[in-house]
């Protein structure tokens, strides 16, 4: 079973967060989402195995096009049209992407913050998550947790204005159930974003959101999805001013269908 919230009024968007999130650790970062906003119709979730959802110890239920499918029964179970957005970050990005190559003909929009490590990048990270769960099998969840307290990959500058959020999601991590985590990690090693030549035939209005100096998010695949998809426009933010703007700017966004043009801001 999903947890589930919809907030605000006007087009449906459906939204997932990255791997070890969940809706709670995302309101409190604040970067997407902020109780103001009634331009469009937000429907969140906790993905399979996080927050308040329930979970599996099958890596396999969480390979990005099997989150892709819940992306899909969220949107038909509370979207109330035939067509709506899609968005999320990292693995929520990752399962955004999945799901409108299932079905391109219902997605209006796309939103791809902080698109995660892939392509010719993906089998290091895929390594680094597979001797992560590893350390979960020897050890203990409790290792690896202490492990994370020393490897924040956040942007400096954001760092600097929210330190709170390394010890928000360290605490995030240490609340999972340890073999749910293993095969989230697992699931995740074992999963890809689409092929570039598939992302090219979706010609779909797609914001895409990013920052430098976050290897678990590189550049190179943001600039990868905008010189790709059709009608991306990429915006990197470069301080906490700027992201600070992200959640008017996908409400803006999903409200209007932008010129089709690929661009950076």
Same mark, same amino acid.
């Given at each position: 079973? &999903? ?7 006007? /087009?449906?968007?459906? /939204? ?8 709670? $650790? ?10 103001? #906003? ?56 990752? #399962?955004? !992407? ?20 892939? /392509? ?14 590893? $350390? ?48 989230? $990690? ?6 890809? !974003? ?12 797609? &914001? ?7 290897? &678990? ?28 703007? /992200? ?19």
């Amino acid at each position: 079973m &999903l947890h589930s919230v919809i907030q605000g009024q006007g /087009w449906p968007l459906i /939204w997932g967060h990255g791997q070890m999130g969940s809706i709670a $650790l995302e309101d409190a970062s604040g970067w997407f989402h902020h109780s103001g #906003t009634q331009l469009i119709r937000r429907i969140r979730y906790d993905a399979c195995g996080h927050g308040r959802s329930t979970g599996s110890s099958e890596a396999a239920r969480y390979r990005w096009p099997r989150l892709a499918q819940d992306m899909l029964e969220i949107a038909q179970l509370h979207s109330g049209q035939p067509r709506f957005a899609l968005g999320g970050q990292s693995m929520g990005c990752a #399962t955004a !992407l999945h799901a409108t190559v299932m079905a391109p003909e219902q997605v209006s929009h796309l939103v791809l913050a902080l698109p995660p490590c892939a /392509w010719e990048q993906r089998p290091g990270q895929a390594r680094r998550s597979r001797q992560m769960a590893e $350390l979960i099998d020897r050890r203990g969840l409790a290792s690896l947790v202490r492990l994370a307290a020393g490897d924040s990959t956040l942007p400096p500058w954001l760092r600097q204005a929210q330190p709170q959020m390394g010890e928000l999601s360290r605490i995030a991590m240490a609340g999972f159930d340890a073999q749910v985590l293993q095969a989230v $990690l697992l699931g995740a090693a074992e999963s890809d !974003l689409p092929p570039l030549q598939r992302l090219a035939e979706l010609s779909i209005p797609t &914001l895409i959101l990013a920052w430098h100096d976050d290897p &678990l998010h590189p550049m190179r695949g943001a600039e990868l999805l905008a010189e790709h998809l059709p009608q991306a426009q990429l915006v990197v933010a470069e301080n906490i001013q700027q992201l600070s703007d /992200w959640p008017e700017r996908i409400s803006r966004f999903v409200a209007s269908v932008p010129e089709p043009a690929q661009r950076r801001i």
